[in-house]
């Protein structure tokens, strides 16, 4: 059986009220900024991934025949961009090959190419992790605007019921 306990009561004074309320703002406007940021790197990245008119190879394990246009089909290509420089190589790398070897070339502009998509890769990972945040942020914003007090000089009780 359970004790029955009368509410606590939490005061805000309207100092509190007003913090509590330019925090909310704060955190809508971080949260707009981010969403806005995110989706427009995002959106340059797609830009520029589509201007080079790069598609992945038919031989990739997957997307092939597709547009290098998006996370998914730029981690396909440098995917088979790997596996075709280290069929040309009897699975070298570039470091292991000889400073002579004709290859060498090739396998590094490979390199070169699978570090650039990969940089793509990364940059849409971190588009989505910033969008992410932004509506977490908006969220948060959202609450504190919603149980701040709206009137500068009213102080608000709010009944806090503890856990049993």
Do not use: C
Request: a neutral charge; glycine letters at 8%.
């Amino acid at each position: 059986m359970s004790e029955t306990t009368a509410p606590v009561t939490l005061s805000i004074t309207p100092g509190k009220a007003l913090a509590l309320r330019w925090a909310g703002f704060i955190a809508l406007l971080a949260a707009a900024v981010m969403i806005i940021a995110g989706g427009t790197v995002w959106g340059v990245v797609t830009s520029q991934l589509r201007a080079e008119k790069i598609t992945v190879s038919e031989d990739a394990a997957f997307l092939g025949g597709a547009d290098v246009a998006g996370p998914f089909s730029a981690f396909a290509q440098a995917d088979i961009i790997s596996t075709h420089a280290k069929n040309m190589t009897d699975g070298k790398t570039y470091a292991e090959l000889d400073k002579d070897d004709p290859l060498r070339a090739t396998v590094m502009n490979a390199s070169f190419l699978r570090t650039s998509l990969f940089t793509s890769v990364v940059s849409y990972g971190v588009s989505a992790f910033v969008i992410g945040v932004g509506i977490l942020f908006g969220i948060i914003g959202w609450v504190i605007l919603t149980i701040a007090p709206r009137r500068r000089a009213a102080v608000a009780t709010v009944p806090v019921t503890p856990a049993e």
